[in-house]
């Protein structure tokens, strides 16, 4: 669960440099726009898919708790990355909305916002089963 939030963290701060890096081959702002949004909204959406995934095989297996808060929380996460992702792959083909700097932010503060939820529900699971203790 650690390397998760380790993992989602680091991938934030390289979805933030990326327009970066491409600004120093000197690509235009929508070809640097477009590329950076088809990358952030593939992360969502494969990740979104491996979550999914693994929620079904819990669920099937009994591992996943019953949770009246938490599960309810997952499922709001889920689609919310799903929206993300469609929403930024959308906008790389200039369907719907464009592709622009202020969408591809807002995906990195949902997957920022993601990443915080997954470390709350870290804490809990610590004190839940007694690692917080010392």
Request: hydrophobic fraction near 60%.
């Amino acid at each position: 669960m650690l390397q998760l939030l380790i993992a989602d963290s680091l991938t934030v701060l390289f979805l933030a440099l990326l327009p970066i890096v491409f600004s120093l081959f000197g690509w235009s702002d929508n070809w640097i726009w477009g590329v950076s949004s088809a990358l952030l909204g593939s992360w969502f959406l494969v990740g979104d898919f491996i979550a999914v995934r693994g929620e079904f095989k819990d669920r099937a297996g009994d591992q996943s708790p019953h949770d009246p808060i938490r599960r309810p929380l997952r499922i709001l996460i889920y689609l919310a990355a799903l929206v993300m992702g469609m929403l930024l792959w959308l906008s790389v083909f200039n369907m719907l909305i464009p592709s622009s700097q202020a969408l591809y932010v807002l995906g990195l503060m949902v997957l920022l916002a993601i990443a915080a939820v997954e470390f709350l529900f870290f804490i809990n699971l610590l004190l839940l089963h007694g690692g917080g203790d010392g």
